[in-house]
C-alpha cells in the first residue's frame, strides 16, 4: 500500500479551548498564540491507495462556510485546499472509492461539501465514493447535545443518508470486508460517542488515524486534553491505551491537526514522559509504501 499525506483548509482556533485546563503559560510553550490567542491547526486528511481501491480517511474543514463563519472558525483559505492536494497527487474527489470519517464535526467532515457559492446550498463531493464512519457517530450528528451542536454541519447527515452510498460501523464492529485486512477500525468516546479510528497495516509499518484523540504533539502529554472533548477523564484512558500499544508496535501515529508534524512514533525520555522519537514533517512524495 501507499499512503500520501492530503492537507486541507488551515485554521487557526483559541489555544485555550484547544488545551482544556492547562494554563496558557503552559501550553502556550507548545504552540506560540497569535494576538487573538489563536494557535495554527492543519486539517489533514490522508490517502491509501491499495487492492480495496483509493480510501480518504477525512476530509478537513473545507470551505463550505459563509464568509462570517468562515472568520468565526478562523478558516485561512478560500480554495477548497483539498481538492487541490488531491489534484497535485494526480486524483479527482471522483476517483476516491471510501471516504472513512472519524466523525462528522465540521473540521473533519466539512471537505466533503462543495465550497462556499451565495445562495447555493452545499453539495456532496466524491460522488462515486462509499461514505464510512460509524453509527454512534452519525447519530450524535444527527441529534447532537447542546453543548456540542455548534460542531456539526446541520445538514451533513441527510445528505449522506440520501446518497444511498452511507455505510455505519457498528459499536465493536473491527473491520469492513470490502476494505480488506489491511485496515482495521478502533472507536473511542472521550472526545465524542463513536470516534472511529482506522489502522492502516503494510507489510514494514502500520499506521495508527488518531483523529481528535490525539490532536498533535502537544497532546500526546497523558494529562492533556481539550475544552472540546465531552468526557476528558473518559478520552484520557482511552489515550493510555492507544499511546501503550502504539509504543510496543512502533506503530506510527497520525494528526489531523499538528501544524509541523504529520505523524510520529513515540517512546520514553529519560523521566519517563512519552515523547515523538521519530517525525516527519511531511510524507515527501510520491507517499510512503507500507
Known sequence: MNIYEVKGNSQRL???????????A?????????????INLACRALLIESSAGTVLLETGIGAFFSPDMKERFGVVEDEHVLLNSLAALGVKHGDVDYVVLSHLHFD????????YEPDLEPRLLFPNAVYVTSAQAFARAQSPHPRDRASFIPNLPALLAASGRLQLVADGQQALDALGSSFSFRQTHGHTPGMLHATVRGNEAEVFFCADLIPGRAWLRPTISMGYDRYPELLLEEKGEVLAEAERKLSWLYFTHDDSVAMARIGKDGRGHIVATEQLASLPPPGLTL
Open 26 to 38: 503552559l501550553w502556550s510553550r507548545w504552540h506560540a498564540p497569535d494576538e487573538h490567542n489563536r
Open 108 to 115: 473533519h467532515a466539512g471537505g466533503l461539501l462543495t465550497a
Open 14 to 24: 483559541d489555544g485555550g479551548a484547544l488545551f482544556g485546563n492547562a494554563p496558557r
